[in-house]
């Protein structure tokens, strides 16, 4: 009986294991979406690119593409004059990869549902994962959207084992040539219509491996993403919100 009521009174101690608004969380410790600052360049200043480990900064006029950062930090360290500040916001999604650019008093353009969207997969949505050819960073985050945490499985977004169960693919890693024909393969699989998520860096531009000899990313040149989430790895907040916002969900509440 006092071990029962000691595992009662742990329990009670940890509060709520699960996230019960994931619209308003507030992550501690997280590297999230950046703010660029109004102030100009020191004149000739490149420090912000130089560091920039994936060509993700552009100076005029001043742009940090978050579908290429890997949020390392550095650019924010580096600049004498602050240009950059990470926050600890979480919606790093767009439709578009160019509406993952941040700019001078400019955030990256939010994510748009569309009646057909809304009708077909509000209420339910089914994802195949595919790592292409990832670090499996992604992949944990992505797995992580389904734990108890965050159960993204309550607004009726579940992943699959099987594409001819699916409603869309959601591609991790830089999409290597050894996974082109697997990805081929399973997007071909899944039922018509069916929608792409590219989830992180790499997925979305390739990251560090960009221009690699081994990449294959002539899928992305045949079909056309409706999610783009930002991240190295992307944040499993990040993930759910993005497709919350995608399904056309007003809250995400419980």
Not at 141 to 155: P, S
């Amino acid at each position: 009986m006092k071990s029962l009521t000691n595992a009662l009174k742990v329990r009670a101690s940890q509060g709520k294991q699960f996230i019960p608004d994931v619209r308003g969380a507030k992550p501690i410790g997280f590297r999230g979406l950046p703010v660029i600052s109004m102030a100009p360049c020191e004149n000739g200043c490149t420090a912000c690119v130089e560091s920039c480990p994936t060509t993700a900064i552009e100076l005029e006029p001043f742009g940090l593409d978050l579908g290429r950062c890997i949020f390392c930090d550095q650019c924010a360290r580096l600049c004498p004059q602050d240009k950059v500040e990470f926050t600890t916001g979480y919606r790093l999604a767009s439709n578009t990869a160019e509406g993952l650019v941040v700019r001078e008093g400019k955030s990256l353009s939010p994510v748009a549902s569309t009646e057909a969207i809304r009708k077909l997969f509000g209420r339910s949505l089914k994802l195949r994962v595919v790592s292409a050819g990832g670090c499996n960073g992604c992949e944990q985050e992505i797995n992580a959207t389904t734990n108890v945490n965050f159960d993204m499985g309550r607004y009726g977004i579940d992943i699959v084992a099987s594409p001819r169960h699916a409603d869309g693919v959601i591609i991790s890693g830089p999409l290597s040539t050894h996974m082109a024909a697997a990805l081929d393969l399973c997007y071909e699989a899944i039922p018509e219509p069916k929608l792409v998520i590219l989830a992180g860096a790499c997925a979305i531009s390739g990251g560090i491996f960009e221009g690699s000899p081994e990449l294959n990313r002539s899928f992305l040149e045949r079909f056309t993403p409706s999610l783009y989430v930002a991240g190295c790895p992307p944040h499993p907040l990040s993930i759910v919100n993005g497709i919350l916002d995608l399904m056309g969900h007003a809250d995400g509440k419980w």
